[in-house]
């Protein structure tokens, strides 16, 4: 993801909320809750946008907790068989909030969604290889039906990726056919 000032994506990342638990009182911000009360509670628990929550993090206010899609379980999942996990199902700032939040857990999220990523790139080229070869219906009945199913796990840079690749498959079908050797 950009993390360019004008970067859709990562605006959006960046007002993803993550829950984080406050080590210290805070007065006058009991409106961050959405509650009535007026100053936060040492140990309140408050789902905050990334924007401001690496910034009480750093400042050593709160403490964060990962977000609910990356918990042990899909951490585990991820290490065991990236393939079986919908990445599309952890979209927000799953690539954003490990580079923002420098911490143990977070460095661990981010080092597993690394490795995860390399293990499928391979894959999704394939398959992508694959159905552009099926055809610019993307082969129609089961075969169209396969590709949308895989395509529908994938997350967006995923797709982007897996676009990119048919899209130079294809390419390269039209080169070949179009030379003398492609003609005999």
């Not at 805070?26 to 509670?41: A, E």
């Not at 929550?53 to 951490?75: G, H, Q």
């Not at 999704?124 to 610019?136: E, K, R, S």
């Not at 089961?142 to 498959?169: H, V």
């Amino acid at each position: 993801m950009d993390d360019d000032y004008y970067s859709i994506d990562a605006i959006l990342a960046e007002n993803q909320k993550i829950q984080c638990t406050f080590k210290v009182d805070i007065p006058d911000m009991g409106h961050l809750d959405g509650g009535k009360d007026r100053d936060i509670k040492k140990n309140s628990k408050i789902q905050l946008p990334l924007w401001i929550a690496y910034i009480l993090i750093y400042s050593d206010f709160a403490d964060f907790t990962i977000p609910t899609p990356f918990n042990a379980r899909v951490r585990n999942a991820l290490n065991a068989e990236a393939k079986s996990v919908r990445l599309s199902g952890l979209v927000g700032a799953g690539g954003l909030w490990p580079r923002r939040l420098d911490d143990a857990p977070a460095k661990e999220m981010s080092d597993i969604l690394t490795k995860t990523f390399r293990s499928r790139l391979v894959e999704v080229i394939d398959q992508a290889q694959h159905f552009a070869a099926l055809g610019p219906s993307g082969g129609g009945g089961q075969s169209g039906d396969m590709a949308l199913t895989f395509r529908e796990g994938l997350d967006g840079t995923e797709r982007e990726l897996f676009s990119l690749a048919q899209d130079s498959a294809k390419k390269t079908k039209q080169w070949y056919e179009s030379t003398e050797r492609g003609r005999r």
